[in-house]
């Protein structure tokens, strides 16, 4: 499958390797998000691609140099009992410009820990005279931390590196050729990851691709969180009652630490985490931007999102083979679940758009107080500070006339306390409307082709 919107990545890459004499590359970024297609799409059929696993170090160099051998005769007829030793040969053997990946590096770090400075070494000493270097990893904290640890051996010696990140919204649209709506309700389910479109692509409808991926114990991702967090987590089990109580609707720190039976000091952590490798996200009300202690806790990635609100309190049964039982369910609740998607699309947008001519900050919401428990789902300032953006966003049904709605957000602006004497300018986000009118937006407006 060609990664729709890694033609810009393809280009910096090639470049790096073609540009340069040699160059040093670095590439991370969650699992299935395209990091090894990127590489093999980009790659000439001269040059080295080796995947590493997770057996001892002697094995490892003995593979790395079996799958070099194919490209430099004899490579592997030497016992290698190192990887300076390796690397040293290697700068002495080969002959010809090219290009070797190792991907998943993280499972070579943890057999021989002193590797990033080995090739910080190879690097610093232009060991590598006719070899260009890309060392790929799907362990975002240890990949992340050889780039920005200053600590870090292989610290400031890439040429280029890349951070590999969800794709959008409109690339699942041009991909499966559907419809903005069913985009958005796809998008619920599979997230950014263009492996899961790919397995996506193989059913004919949604529903029967949940059925045989998700909703089966046989099913491909029946148990993706599990290889997703395995590199990450050493408790899975704490990571995963974190986001099952968040999935149930435990969005505050307090919440979620009286269901577990934890001090909320012992959470702190694991949620930093989980923040850090975007697996949840902090949602902070538009008036207490600057005090993020009030913020809310949310699954901020649609798959997992998915997977803890409706498969992982339906494993019973599931294995009891009830996945019609759990269809039936998801069917019932699929609107109002999309509806979280939606809302989130539309704040993303909101930096992207003009609304009456006029650019505006990022976007949050702004809920309850007791004074007012009426929340909004959109609220943005203006970059020039005049105007306030307010806005709701509707999923569950089509909207019939919009005088009522624009009203009830002019009410409800009228009330904010941070208003301070902007203009206020409503808008609507909504997935179906009968007749367009102004400052109402659709999937289409936002989805454009």
């Known amino acids: 499958m060609q990664i729709i919107n890694q033609y810009t990545e393809q280009k910096r890459l090639k470049n790096a390797l073609t540009n340069a004499n040699t160059a040093f590359v670095i590439i991370y970024g969650r699992r299935n998000y395209g990091k090894s297609t990127l590489v093999k799409q980009t790659l000439e059929k001269d040059d080295v691609y080796f995947i590493a696993d997770q057996t001892e170090m002697r094995h490892q160099i003995a593979q790395f140099a079996a799958v070099v051998a ?35 590096f993280p499972y070579l770090v943890k057999s021989e820990p002193n590797l990033p400075a080995i090739i910080a070494e190879v690097l610093e000493n232009k060991l590598n005279k006719r070899f260009s270097l890309i060392i790929c990893g799907s362990a975002q904290q240890m990949m992340e931390g050889l780039v920005s640890n200053s600590s870090s051996p292989l610290y400031g010696l890439a040429n280029e590196v890349f951070k590999i990140q969800a794709m959008e919204t409109l690339n699942l649209r041009q991909t499966l050729r559907c419809s903005a709506v069913e985009a958005v309700e796809e998008y619920s389910v599979w997230g950014g990851s263009p492996y899961y479109w790919t397995l996506r692509l193989k059913e004919k409808s949604l529903e029967g691709a949940l059925k045989n991926h998700v909703l089966s114990p046989e099913g491909i991702l029946y148990d993706e969180p599990v290889r997703l967090f395995q590199d990450e987590m050493r408790d899975l089990a704490q990571s995963f009652s974190i986001l099952s109580l968040i999935a149930s609707g435990h969005n505050r720190l307090s919440e979620i630490a009286v269901a577990m039976g934890k001090p909320t000091t012992s959470l702190v952590a694991p949620l930093d985490k989980l923040l850090t490798l975007g697996y949840i996200e902090r949602e902070i009300s538009f008036s207490e931007i600057r005090n993020p202690k009030k913020s809310l806790y949310k699954i901020a990635d649609p798959f997992i999102r998915f997977y803890f609100t409706f498969v992982t309190p339906n494993r019973s049964a599931i294995e009891m083979g009830r996945a019609e039982q759990v269809v039936n369910q998801i069917q019932k609740q699929f609107q109002v679940y999309v509806s979280h998607t939606w809302k989130h699309i539309c704040r993303q947008a909101v930096t992207s758009m003009k609304f009456n001519g006029i650019a505006f900050k990022p976007a949050s919401g702004w809920w309850a107080s007791s004074k007012n428990p009426e929340g909004l789902d959109i609220v943005a300032e203006s970059v020039d500070g005049n105007y306030l953006l307010v806005g709701d966003c509707i999923w569950a049904e089509k909207v019939y006339g919009t005088k009522n709605l624009f009203k009830e957000l002019e009410d409800k602006a009228a009330t904010l306390p941070f208003l301070n004497s902007r203009a206020v300018i409503p808008v609507l986000f909504v997935r179906e409307i009968d007749k367009k009118e102004n400052n109402v937006y659709t999937p289409n407006d936002l989805l454009y082709n």
Do not use: A, H, M
């Open 70 to 104: 194919d490209k430099v005769p004899g490579f592997d007829k030497t016992v290698y009992p190192d990887w300076t030793v390796l690397f040293e040969n290697l700068n002495l053997r080969v002959q010809k410009r090219l290009s070797i990946c190792i991907d998943e």
